[in-house]
């Protein structure tokens, strides 16, 4: 079992930078691959980034490719996504996801087993 929670949402102009963090807890937890999710409102939740257990291997949505970076610390328990350049529609509740294996098919199904509750994050234009 691993639990997950996010951090770092707020409101950010567009062309600013935020930096989000999902806190992990549960055994196993530097085994896991793990991902970030969004949700904007009156769209379906959609794959962003995810990252392997070890953090060698990076996979990214093209909408994330050359703005976002995602990044471990599996001594802290804690995986980042860093946001550079962000847009009006990048708004959205992003969630942070865990799953035991490295899939790209997976991630872009969205099909994740662990999830955490989400962080908004709302870019004004």
């Known amino acids: 079992q691993v639990q997950l929670v996010e951090s770092g949402g707020g409101l950010v102009q567009a062309g600013g930078s935020l930096r989000l963090s999902c806190a992990a807890s549960g055994r196993s937890f530097s085994s896991y691959t793990l991902g970030w999710f969004r949700q904007a409102p009156g769209k379906e939740r959609e794959f962003v980034a995810a990252?392997?257990?070890?953090?060698?291997?990076?996979y990214y949505a093209d909408s994330a490719k050359g703005r976002f970076t995602i990044s471990r610390d599996n001594a802290k328990n804690t995986v980042f996504l860093e946001m550079n350049s962000l847009k009006p529609e990048d708004t959205a509740v992003y969630y942070c996801?865990?799953?035991?294996?490295?899939?790209?098919?997976?991630?872009?199904?969205?099909?994740?087993?662990?999830w955490g509750k989400g962080t908004l994050v709302t870019v004004s234009s």
């Open positions: 996801a865990a799953d035991p294996v490295w899939n790209t098919m997976r991630f872009n199904r969205g099909a994740m087993v662990y």
């Open positions: 990252i392997v257990w070890s953090g060698a291997n990076t």
